[in-house]
């Protein structure tokens, strides 16, 4: 009998676990997490720290589903070290499990800012359905806010002072917020979006320090510049170190993730990876990539559980990943990979708006849809034929996009 | 409390309405817009905008679940 250990139990992980007992009904799977609860829905969280969604709602599975089928769960377990010529995952408490085939999927833990009092109380974290409650806690009592982190997570941030009725400035290092992504037009719609909340984009900002008061608790940051920014509520949201310091010494290839080819293998025999974790070979683009989207990390544990399964490559790994900033009046759209490209195309439409468009070699890459999202099946669509379309963006960039007004394809 | 009403204009399926809600009860199934694949994502936009109707075979949204996007919508039958 196969013994599937599944180290991580978000989205990819757990996807992986249901896809493996599907394909393989006799197999032994065991899944290990860290975290104190069964897979909740990391996309909600956030609508519960805005104090808008209460927890039921976010629980997707319970410990029953595991026992149903026939999947061993342990909660609260650190793995520190994997040894990979004897297959052998080792626990916090001293247990000894084997393997046959292995599955990281422990994602990442939020970076720390380093600068002074970057650890006071009420400086908040934002990845897990814990931190969630303390943000929703916290927040609710909170009037003064700080915000550091211009990008996809900061923003919740903003939102959650927005629902909660607190004050906030932004603190952004450059003069826009995801300015690897947007224009200035483009945020600009972002930023309206944020005061209209009463949070404050502050540019050529960031933050030099924090101060506390005798008690430990944040009660100002300071900027590079000196300026003073009072608050008792702090989030950072600066990225994620993915947590891969209990393979050391297992022979993983990593690149700032670890590295796996689009059937989710690593470089080591029978040990695959799946979800944030992961620098996979995107087939679309045709080079390593990494993505943190919800979708994504799913369809990586389905793809790494086939796979496994099916001791071949059997499936490989193509998609076209998106992901929502639903906070504001305004939608927000960011598909494929928008900080990528060697070319690009946007258009405003309206104050609430625009659209950006990133090509590489002629194809689209990704882009951010502000406002009207209805374009982004034909979008992903085209990055999915792979079409040469650069030179047409005109038709791209219309309201309407239609894609019969396109040339033809050219025979390969 | 605004709702978006949505009639089919053929009988292949049951059509459904999206009705914004205020709060969730504990119990109800809750979807974050992300989590739908692409075709349903795109009735639903078109749906919201008022551009197509939301028919039941169309779509993998459930009735009484609540899709979460600029706002919640319940999903219900017309």
Known sequence: ?412 | MASSELPSSEHASRPLRLECVESIPAGTTTRHVDQLDTETLDTFYAALDGDRSLLEADTDLEIGEVIVFTEYYRVDHV
């Open chain 1, 1 to 412: 009998m196969t013994h599937y250990v599944i180290i991580g139990d978000g989205i990819s992980g757990s996807s992986a676990a249901e896809t493996l007992r599907e394909k393989d009904p006799e197999a032994k799977i065991t899944v290990i997490t860290d975290e104190g609860e069964p897979l909740y829905n990391r996309i909600l969280i956030k609508e519960h720290a805005k104090g808008k969604l209460p927890e039921a709602p976010i629980s997707i599975h319970d410990e029953g589903w595991y026992e149903e089928r026939d999947i061993d769960l342990s909660l609260n377990t650190h793995v520190t070290s994997v040894d990979t010529d004897a297959r052998i995952v080792h626990t916090h408490e001293g247990d000894e499990l084997e393997y046959d085939k292995l599955l990281v999927a422990t994602g990442g833990t939020p970076t720390q800012l380093p600068v002074d009092n970057s650890d006071a109380d009420g400086i908040h974290h934002f990845w897990t359905f814990q931190d969630a409650r303390a943000i929703r806690e916290h927040a609710d009592q909170a009037d003064k806010g700080v915000i550091v982190g211009a990008g996809l997570l900061g923003i919740d941030f903003a939102a959650v002072c927005g629902a909660q009725g607190i004050e906030a400035d932004y603190l952004m290092r450059g003069d826009r917020w995801w300015r690897y992504a947007l224009s200035a037009d483009g945020a600009e719609i972002m930023h309206e979006g944020m005061r209209d909340v009463g949070v404050e984009p502050v540019f050529d900002s960031g933050v030099d320090r924090f101060e506390t008061d005798d008690d430990g608790h944040v009660t100002a940051a300071v900027d590079p510049n000196g300026e003073r920014y009072d608050c008792d509520f702090a989030g950072v949201a600066i990225g994620l170190t993915f947590n891969t310091e209990y393979l050391q010494g297992a022979g993983l290839e990593e690149d700032n993730g670890i590295v796996v080819d689009e059937y989710m293998q690593t470089n080591v025999d029978d040990v695959y990876a799946a979800g944030d974790i992961t620098r996979f070979y995107d087939v679309l683009l045709g080079e390593q990539a990494q993505n943190g989207s919800w979708g994504s990390a799913k369809e990586q544990g389905r793809i790494a559980a086939v796979n496994m399964a099916a001791d071949e490559e059997a499936e490989a790994f193509e998609w076209v990943s998106s992901y929502s900033i639903t906070h504001f009046d305004f939608p927000f759209l960011s598909f494929g990979h928008p900080t990528l490209g060697d070319e690009h195309a946007e258009r405003k439409y309206s104050d609430t708006e625009w659209r950006r468009i990133a090509f590489k070699d002629g194809k689209i890459v990704g882009g951010v849809l502000i406002g009207d999202l209805s374009p982004q099946s034909k979008f992903k669509q085209l990055m999915r034929e792979q079409r040469e379309v650069a030179d047409q963006a005109e038709v791209l960039l219309e309201q309407e996009v239609d894609l019969d007004e396109l040339a033809a394809p050219q025979e390969q």
